[in-house]
């Protein structure tokens, strides 16, 4: 049995993660239509204080969130609904007087989902409240009914969610690390987020989920995604750069590809996004070096290369990709290595 604990404060330091074979398409309570894989990252994270306090009369929790400071009764409802979709594991949650203080290491409207970070720092904290905080398969289940994709972010390097083919014990409640089966060329992989178009997205993750429902290619989307996983399984293992790079970029691809096949039909890059995925594409040709994109919901590039290539990547970073970045902005990040328990606040 584990010991509830019924008052007191802590803090959770989360990353964001980076798919590369992505989730696409949901059924039931968050559950994936085809597996994924995600590196985890390290810069890109959130930090989030708790103070609680259960009070045994209450019947609806109490919340209140700072982001940075500011008052954000906005984010109420969704922590509303996930708490009330863990309440069956964990009643108290009905009962809890709990007041969150986040800070996201991006810059906020940056247009880097915090969906996941934000979602996984919580879910450590309701955990670490139930005194499972330990368990991160359990952790990882408890974040996915807060945000799909926050359930890969409690592991370190990377991890597969959904039923894969050549991932052993991968379910689609839950993800599974990752990082024992990936080669050091992965574990050490870097990623610049370049930011073309900072805000709120058009067509929001959870409103591109729902148009995958009649997708007239969706089938063979779920299908593909699947038959990638089963390469990247020997891929991740073997350190086969090249393969990996060409599944990130085609997946990058499709992903805005089917937002195009959706009814209704949307576009998500930015001309900046179409221009940085050429130049990324002549450096690869000129220079030999290992560098590919990928992209989330979104227009933003995620470029991915060897830690080894650091100098010439940035390099090429500052001369040519930062003239289509918003300001000038962007996240020197990295493969990392997953949630911490904290004393900074
Ligand atoms: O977790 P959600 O509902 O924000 O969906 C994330 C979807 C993608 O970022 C596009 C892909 C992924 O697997 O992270």
Not at 162 to 180: C, I, Q, Y
Not at 255 to 270: F, G, I, K, Q, R
Not at 292 to 305: E, K, V
Request: charged share 20%; aromatic share 8%; proline share 5%.
């Amino acid at each position: 049995m584990t010991q509830i604990s019924t008052e007191g404060a802590t803090t959770w330091q989360s990353p964001s993660n980076i798919a590369i074979v992505k989730y696409w398409g949901k059924r039931g309570l968050q559950l994936p239509e085809n597996p994924s894989f995600s590196l985890t990252l390290s810069a890109a994270h959130t930090r989030t204080t708790a103070e609680y306090r259960i009070v045994p009369d209450k019947q609806k929790p109490q919340i209140d969130i700072t982001l940075d400071g500011k008052e954000q009764p906005g984010f109420i409802p969704k922590i509303e609904q996930f708490f009330s979709r863990i309440s069956d594991s964990y009643p108290f949650v009905r009962q809890l007087e709990i007041s969150l203080r986040t800070h996201n290491s991006f810059p906020h409207s940056s247009g880097i989902a915090s969906s996941a970070s934000a979602m996984s720092a919580l879910a450590l904290i309701i955990c670490e409240i139930a005194g499972v905080s330990g368990d991160l398969q359990e952790v990882s289940r408890v974040a996915r009914l807060g945000s799909g994709s926050a359930c890969r972010s409690v592991f370190p390097y990377g991890a597969v969610w959904g039923k894969a083919n050549g991932f052993s014990g991968t379910k689609d409640t839950w993800a599974v690390g990752a990082g024992d089966r990936m080669h050091d060329v992965f574990k050490s992989m870097r990623d610049a987020i370049l930011i073309v178009k900072s805000g709120e997205k058009s067509v929001s993750s959870s409103a591109g989920h729902g148009l995958m429902k009649h997708n007239p290619y969706a089938q063979t989307r779920y299908r593909l995604a699947g038959e990638r996983m089963q390469v990247l399984s020997e891929v991740l293992h073997a350190g086969d750069l090249e393969t990996f790079g060409a599944i990130c970029e085609r997946e990058a691809l499709e992903l805005h590809a089917l937002m195009m096949c959706s009814d209704p039909p949307y576009l998500l890059v930015e001309p900046g996004t179409v221009a940085m995925i050429r130049k990324i594409q002549a450096f690869r040709e000129d220079t030999g070096i290992q560098a590919y994109f990928t992209l989330d919901a979104g227009p933003n590039i995620h470029l991915l290369y060897p830690d080894q290539d650091k100098s010439e990547v940035r390099e090429f970073i500052e001369n040519d990709l930062l003239a289509y970045c918003e300001n000038g902005q962007w996240i020197d990040d990295e493969v990392g290595t997953g949630p911490e328990k904290t004393d900074q606040r």
